[in-house]
Nanobody, 126 residues
Framework: QVQLVESGGGLVQAGGSLRLSCAAS????????MCWFRQGPGKERACVAA????????YYADSVKGRFAISRDNAKNTGYLKMNNLKPADTAVYYC???????????????????WGQGTQVTVSS
């Protein structure tokens, strides 16, 4: 089993920044692609940022492009999502997800990810 533990969420004013962390159990985090999903009120869960196993290929949803940055430190079994210039529309529960061998490169499809964090709330006030 792989466990993912998220941290870094909270309440921030519009224009502020947060960094989310995703700590994985074991020593095999580098074997998995990673994606940060979010789910706002009344909305479906959607991927906003994804990264390949070694960190050389990334994806960003149009809504966050230029403001968010995904990264990973495989030696520390940890992934990150740096969020800058936050907007009220970014308010959501954010989930870290890691994929298995089914994912080649990058995927934004939630059903392809094998392991999920518990979610962390990000609230952006205007």
């Amino acid at each position: 089993q792989v466990q993912l533990v998220e941290s870094g969420g909270g309440l921030v004013q519009a224009g502020g920044s947060l960094r989310l962390s995703c700590a994985a159990s074991g020593r095999t985090f580098g074997s998995y692609a990673m994606c940060w999903f979010r789910q706002g009120p009344g909305k479906e869960r959607a991927c906003v940022a994804a990264v390949s196993r070694i960190g050389g290929n990334t994806y960003y949803a149009d809504s966050v492009k230029g403001r968010f940055a995904i990264s990973r430190d495989n030696a520390k079994n940890t992934g990150y999502l740096k969020m800058n210039n936050l907007k009220p529309a970014d308010t959501a529960v954010y989930y870290c997800a890691a994929g298995g061998r089914r994912i080649t490169g990058i995927s934004v499809v939630a059903g392809l990810y094998d392991y999920w964090g518990q979610g962390t709330q990000v609230t952006v006030s205007s």
